[in-house]
């Protein structure tokens, strides 16, 4: 399949993509090209205009700012992946991106560009919720920042505003001794993950757990954090009862479900991946808090 007619723009600066982003009724940006240019050829997606944003230099790269990590949407899922700064600070993102697609896609792909695309199993936008990652959102009215929370709203779908681009992801790294870990399944490496897992945990001088953040994508519309099972671990010892009666909270969470995958399927694999993800991360926890 080829795409319908579109008319190309190649701007050189983000006030110039906004300018041309705000002017058009129909327009789309790509970023990567490694969601929309299926959607194109597919004719998911018939945009009368698609602005690249590969020739904006600022919207790429990593930088700290006030102890936070900014990562550009732009930013290849290939540099994060390499990034010393991603491994030290932000170790979650790094484990869950090595999940993504193949090494050729990811040369390509962007954190941006898989935060807007949104795939409910998508593993860079379940960091982003279990990090509490804040989105800034540019426009010709000027910047908005949005919780990824307030971001995903519903299956493939953001809040972002037609005349909007995602410029940066903004992740606040949890203290050096918290335990992560991320775990998914999928049919075969590279593949979306049918379900994934996201634990970050911080224990406290007693071992008790002092923060934690449990988090599912693949099973509803958009990554979740499962609460129920983080204050059933919140201020208590990590026993195996405690693991045990946390993660079953997850098989508990509304699922989404197809002929394939059934939604009592997902639950029962969310409840798994969950433990696993929970006890990786407890166990770094542990060694990191001594
Ligand atoms: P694009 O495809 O260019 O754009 C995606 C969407 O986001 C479009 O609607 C576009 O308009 C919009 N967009 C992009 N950037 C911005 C921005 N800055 N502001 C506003 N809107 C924007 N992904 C996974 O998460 N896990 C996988 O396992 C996985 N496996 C894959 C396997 C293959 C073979 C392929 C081809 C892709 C796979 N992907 C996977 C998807 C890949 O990660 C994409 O990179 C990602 O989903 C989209 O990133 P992109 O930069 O290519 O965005």
Known sequence: MKPSPFSLHLPESLPEALELLASRDNARVIAGGQSLMPMLNLRLAFPDDVIDLNG???LAGLREDGGDIV???MTRQRDIEFSPLVSERLPLLKEAI???GHRQTRNRGTLGGSICHLDPSAEQPTVAIAMDARLSLRSVRGERMVSMREFAVDLMTSCLEPDEILAAVRFTPWPARAGHAFVEYGRRH?????VSAAALVLLDAGGAVERCSLTL???ASVPFRVEAAERVLQGNAPTQEVVREACAQAARCEAVGDPTYPAWYRQRLAQRLLE???LKALERAAVLSQ
């Open 56 to 58: 904006i230099a600022e």
């Open 98 to 100: 090595l999940n993504v």
């Open 276 to 278: 696993r993800a929970l």
């Open 71 to 73: 990562v550009g949407a």
């Open 217 to 219: 994508g693949g099973v």
């Open 190 to 194: 590279g593949d979306f993950a049918i």
